[in-house]
């Protein structure tokens, strides 16, 4: 019988000749997901017998994730922001670094806002994170995406915030009314350029949806249009806060000014790279 020590080694293995970064950690993932348990039990167990039917999931994860399908998709889940939400192909997969975006934001606000607009929505991670932050506060989630859409209502009804958060389809402002305004707009957009994406991870370039990922050559499309629209949907002293490329700063603070917000800040993020925009109006 193979313990469950004897399968997260063999799995290492196997994962690391197929080049996944952090295989041991993504073995103890695999296999805890598999036995319905969290992965930091696995320790009490490792000397535990696992049953065939154990053994045929696992194998079956992990040929999946030899083959470069990212962990999250794998696991059908994943926790940003004090939630936890189901992820798949539908949709790109939540980032740290979003994640990190939110708490930018939330100590920027000198109060809750009451009204939300999160532009490109997908999984519905934003508008949902913060909606489960601000329990009072009424939030709009677009995507372009008409699987995206489908995915973040999903989300949305598991965690039961449809009485708050409403989801629609539409090309970036395309579906709101021309008087529809909101205190803070948040925007993870497609930013990276397509000679990027191109070079991304297997797991990037292969399972995740291209429309999430490029918005056209340069990666500023999405910056353009997003920008030069988000004032006539801002209320008075609202902010726009995006997730950004690492060298886009300089064009973003460019289309700031000639958009004329009253003022404009970015931010690093955790390993220090240019990561994050800031845009208030007067």
């Known amino acids: ?52 039917s154990e053994l045929e999931q696992i194998r079956g994860m992990v040929r999946r994730r030899g083959q470069r399908e990212p962990l999250q998709y794998i696991v059908g889940e994943t926790d940003f922001f004090g939630i936890t939400l189901k992820v798949d192909r539908r949709a790109l997969i939540p980032r740290p670094e979003t994640e990190y975006l939110l708490s930018l934001v939330v100590a920027k606000l000198p109060q809750p806002p009451t009204t939300i607009l999160d532009l490109g929505t997908g999984s519905g991670a934003i508008a949902l994170a913060l909606a489960a932050h601000y329990p009072k506060t009424q939030v709009a989630a677009l995507d372009i995406s008409s699987e995206a859409i489908a995915l973040a209502t999903e989300n949305t009804k598991s965690l039961s915030l449809g009485d708050r958060v409403s989801v629609l389809q539409s090309d970036w402002f395309g579906q709101l009314s021309g008087d529809a305004k909101f205190q803070l707009i948040v925007a993870n957009p497609p930013y990276l350029s397509a000679e990027e994406t191109a070079d991304s991870l297997a797991e990037v370039r292969n399972y995740e949806p291209r429309v999430a990922l490029t918005p056209g050559i340069t990666g500023l499309e999405a910056y353009r249009h997003i920008i030069g629209h988000a004032l006539a949907h801002l209320e008075h002293s609202g902010l726009i806060a995006m997730e950004t490329g690492i060298a886009q700063h300089e064009e973003l603070a460019r289309l700031f000014t000639t958009a004329g917000y009253a003022r404009f800040e970015f931010a690093a993020d955790l390993t220090g790279r240019p990561r994050y925009a800031f845009a208030w109006v007067d």
């Open 1 to 52: 019988m193979h313990t469950v020590l004897d399968i997260i080694k063999k799995t290492t293995e196997y994962l690391t000749g197929k080049g996944v970064e952090n295989a041991r950690l993504n073995a103890e993932h695999l296999v805890g997901h598999a036995m319905g348990l969290p992965r930091m039990q696995l320790y009490l167990q490792f000397e535990r017998p696992l049953i065939e």
